[in-house]
C-alpha cells in the first residue's frame, strides 16, 4: 500500500500507448451506440419467396378487374354488384392526408390485385390436394398445417397472396356448429350471413382503403359461432404475401352470436423485396348479447431495408361493435413490421354494459412508420373501455398513437381508462400521440395517462453489470416495457411476439 | 487480483480520480472511505465498466488482464460484480428473470450448462431465504417500488447468485435498518472466501464491525491519502476527515516545498 509521498511525484504524462487506449475506448463508446442501430438491423428471417406457378390478374385497376376477380372467385351477382359499387366510390375518394406519415404518392395502376398459387379448378378440396411447395412454405413459417402437427388447440386458415390455400380443424368446429373457412367460401355457403354482416360495421365507402378492399378483396377468414358456444380452440389465420407488384386485400368477417367467445389470432409475413407493396384489409367484429371476441394480432410484414427500401404500405381497417349488453370485444396487437403501418382496431360501445379493450404494441425501427391507435365510441349505458399503447421508437422512424375516445349523450356512467407509453432508442426517432377526446355525456369519467422515456445507459449498463449483452439489454428492457400487452396475448403469440421484439425466451413466460 | 495503477479519471473534462492507486489480492476485504463526492463511486464504476466516466491515465489489471480493455458484461462474466449505490428500476421485467438471464450468461462464458427455470427458480429460492428475502419479490419488476433497503438487500442477493470474484458494494449499509444490516454482513461473510476479494465502500464504521475488513483505505478529492487496518475507521469516526485533510495538506505542501 506504499505512500502518498511516491503517489504524487507520479508524472501525468500521457503515454503514445495511452493515447491508443483513449482512442480504441472511444471506438467501443461508438460501437455500444451502434448496437442499440443494430437491432432494427436485425434480419428479416420470413424474407424468403416461393417459386410457384401462381395466375395473376394483369396491373392495374378497373372495373374489368373488379370483375375479373369476382369472376376467379365465382362469386353470385349480388357480391360482384357490391364491389362495384365500392369500386365507383373508391374512384370518387381520395387518399387521407391527416395522417402522420410519409410516403411517395402510391401508383394504383401499376400493381396487382390479383394473385393466386394455379391449382385444381376448385381449388384444394382437402390437404392432400394442396400443393407440397406450398405446405412448405408455411411450415418454414412455422405454421405447419397438417393438423397432427399442429399445436394442439389452434386452427389455422392460410391466406396465400390472394386466396386461402387451406383451414384446418373445418370438421371439428363443425360439430360445435362453429363455421370457419375462407370467406370466398362463405360467400358460397353462407350467403344469408355474409349478406347480413358483410359491411354491416365497415361499409363499402367507410374510407379510402376499405373503399379499395371492398372493391377488390380477394380472401380472408369467415367466423360464425353459434349462440351459446365457446370456441374449443383459437382460430388463426397466416397471411403470407408472396408475388411482386401484388397488394394483398383480405376481408375478415367473424360474428358472435349470443353468449358465444371465440379467440381469433392472425399473423403475417412477406418476402423482402426492393419495391413497397400494399396491403389494405378490412376486419370486422360483431358480437351479440353476452358475446366476447378476442382478436389478436402478430403483424410482421416486411419493414424495409435499413436504408427505408421496400417494406410493406399496411392500411387496415378493422373496426368491432358490440351489438348486444354485457358483450365485449378486445383487440390486442403487436406491430412490427411494414414500412407504413395506418390501422386503429376500434370498438363501438352500443350495447349497455358492453367493454372494448385494445393493448397495443407498436415497434418502428430504421425507417419504419407507424400512426396506429383505436377509436372506442360508447353509446350504451355504463360501457367500459380502456386503451394500453406502448409505442416503441428507434433508428429514424416515428411512432405515432392516435386514439379517440367518444362518449355520446346517452353513454350514462361510461368510463375509460388510456394508457400511452413511449419509449425512444435513440435521438433521431420520433414518438408522437394524439388523443382526441369527445363527451357527450357528464356522467361519463375519461383518464388519459401518457408518459414518453428513453431506454436509460443507466439500466444498460445495470443489465451490463450482471453479465448481459447490451442487445440482450435493450430487448429484455423493451419487452418488459411491453409486457402489460404482452400477457393479453395468447401463449403461443406471446412466445412469438417476444421473439419479435428479439428476446431470448427459455423460460421468460409463465 | 486488483492491480490499479495512477488512475485518473474525468467526467465530462472534470477530473474526478487524480491517480489512485490500489492493490487487491485474491481473499482479502478493503474497505474505501471518504467523504461524499470524494470519488468513491466514481471507482466502483469505473472498475466495472461505466463509460459515461473517461480513464485518461493509468491501468486497471485485474486476473493478469487489462480490465480497461473489457467491456462492462464481459467483465461481469469474468467475475466483477458491483452491489450498485443506487440500484436501477426496469420496469415489467421480473427480478427471478433478470438474474437467471445474468446467472446464465456467466455460465455459458465458463462453459457451465444454463439453468432453466425450475432449477433457478430452487437455487434462487434458497438464496433469498438466507438474506430474508420474501419469496414474492422474486416475481416482482426489478427494483420497482422496492423500498431503499430491499433494494440493497436485492443487490446482496444478486451478489450471491452470481458468486463473483471481485465484489465491489458500493454503500450497501446506507438504508438498511440494524437487523437488515447484520443479515446482509452474515450474507457477505458466508460470501468470504480465499478465491474472492471484497471492496466495501462506506461512511460507517458499523459495517465494518460485522464485516472486518483487512485493509482500510481513504479517499479524499480523487486520492488515497491514506491506508491502515480496521483501527483506522475508528480513527475516523472519532477525528472525523478534518484531521486527515489537515494531515494530508500539510504533507502536500511540505512534499511541494521540497520538489
Ligand atoms: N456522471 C457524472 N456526471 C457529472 N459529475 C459526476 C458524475 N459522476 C460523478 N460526478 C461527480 O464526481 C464527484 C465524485 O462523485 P462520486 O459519486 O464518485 O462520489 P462518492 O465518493 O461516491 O460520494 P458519496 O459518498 O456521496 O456517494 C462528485 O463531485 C460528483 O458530482
Ligand atoms: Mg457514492
Known sequence: ?510 | MLEIKNLHVEVEGTEILKGVNLNIKAGEVHAIMGPNGSGKSTLAQVISGRDVYDVTNGEISYLGKDLLDMEPDERAREGVFMAFQYPVEIPGVTNSYFLKTGLNEIRKHHGLETLDAADFLKFIKEKAKLLDIEPDMLNRSVNEGFSGGEKKRNEILQMAVLEPKLAIMDETDSGLDIDALRIVADGVNRLRNEDRAIIIVTHYQRLLNYIVPDYIHILLNGKIVKSGDKQLAFELEEKGYDQIKADYSSIKTKLEETV
Open chain 1, 1 to 510: 500500500m506504499g505512500n502518498i509521498l511516491e503517489r504524487d511525484q507520479q508524472q501525468a504524462e500521457i503515454s503514445s500507448e495511452e493515447v491508443e487506449k483513449k482512442i480504441h475506448k472511444a471506438k467501443k463508446k461508438v460501437t455500444e451506440k451502434d448496437t442499440l442501430e443494430a437491432l432494427g438491423n436485425r434480419e428479416y428471417k420470413w424474407g424468403f419467396f416461393t417459386d410457384i406457378e401462381q395466375e395473376y390478374a394483369s396491373p392495374g385497376l378497373n372495373e374489368d378487374v373488379v370483375r375479373f376477380i369476382s369472376m376467379k372467385k365465382k362469386e353470385p351477382e349480388w357480391m360482384l354488384e357490391w364491389r362495384l359499387k365500392a369500386f365507383r366510390n373508391w374512384q370518387k375518394m381520395t387518399e387521407p392526408t391527416w395522417v402522420n406519415v410519409e410516403y411517395p404518392p402510391i401508383d394504383y395502376q401499376s400493381q396487382r390485385y390479383y394473385a393466386a398459387p394455379k391449382s385444381k379448378e376448385d381449388g384444394p378440396k382437402s390437404l392432400d390436394e394442396v400443393d407440397p411447395e406450398l405446405l412448405r412454405t408455411y411450415e418454414k413459417l412455422g405454421i405447419p398445417l397438417e393438423e397432427q402437427k399442429i399445436l394442439s388447440g389452434v386452427a389455422v386458415d392460410a391466406v396465400f397472396d390472394s386466396v386461402s390455400v387451406a383451414t384446418t380443424f373445418k370438421e371439428k368446429l363443425a360439430e360445435y356448429g362453429i363455421i370457419f373457412c375462407s370467406m370466398s367460401e362463405a360467400v358460397h355457403n353462407h350467403p344469408d350471413l355474409v349478406k347480413k354482416y358483410l359491411g354491416s360495421i365497415v361499409p363499402y365507402n367507410d374510407n379510402y382503403f376499405a373503399a379499395l378492399n371492398s372493391a377488390v378483396f380477394s380472401d380472408g377468414s369467415f367466423v360464425y359461432v353459434p349462440k351459446g358456444v365457446r370456441c374449443p380452440m383459437e382460430l388463426s389465420t397466416y397471411f403470407r404475401i408472396n408475388s411482386e407488384n401484388t397488394g394483398q386485400f383480405e376481408r375478415t368477417l367473424i360474428v358472435a352470436e349470443e353468449g358465444a367467445y371465440v379467440s381469433y389470432l392472425e399473423g403475417c409475413t412477406a418476402p423482402k423485396r426492393d419495391t413497397h407493396q400494399l396491403h389494405a384489409a378490412v376486419v370486422e367484429l360483431i358480437a351479440l348479447d353476452d358475446a366476447q371476441i378476442k382478436y389478436s394480432t402478430v403483424q410482421n410484414w416486411y419493414p424495409g431495408d435499413k436504408d427505408g427500401k421496400g417494406g410493406i404500405y399496411n392500411f387496415v381497417t378493422k373496426r368491432g361493435k358490440c351489438a348486444g349488453v354485457n358483450s365485449k370485444i378486445s383487440w390486442t396487437q403487436v406491430e412490427t413490421g411494414s414500412a407504413i403501418t395506418w390501422k386503429y382496431p376500434s370498438v363501438i360501445l352500443q350495447g349497455d354494459n358492453s367493454v372494448g379493450e385494445f393493448y397495443s404494441v407498436a415497434l418502428t425501427m430504421n425507417h419504419q412508420q407507424a400512426d396506429t391507435g383505436t377509436k372506442m365510441v360508447h353509446l350504451g349505458k355504463n360501457t367500459k373501455s380502456t386503451i394500453v399503447a406502448k409505442g416503441i421508437a428507434g433508428g429514424v422512424s416515428q411512432n405515432s398513437y392516435r386514439g379517440l375516445v367518444k362518449v355520446m349523450k346517452n353513454a350514462e356512467n361510461a368510463r375509460n381508462f388510456s394508457q400511452c407509453d413511449s419509449l425512444l432508442l435513440g435521438d433521431r426517432c420520433g414518438a408522437h400521440t394524439f388523443p382526441y377526446i369527445e363527451v357527450k355525456n357528464t356522467s361519463s369519467q375519461v383518464e388519459h395517462e401518457a408518459t414518453t422515456s428513453k431506454i436509460g445507459e443507466d439500466q444498460i449498463f445495470y443489465c451490463n453489470q450482471r453479465g448481459i449483452s447490451t442487445e440482450d439489454a435493450v430487448s429484455i428492457i423493451v419487452n418488459g416495457f411491453a409486457k402489460e400487452v404482452f400477457k393479453e396475448l395468447p401463449m403461443e403469440f406471446a412466445v412469438e411476439a417476444q421473439k419479435l421484439l428479439g428476446v431470448s425466451l427459455e423460460g421468460s413466460v409463465g
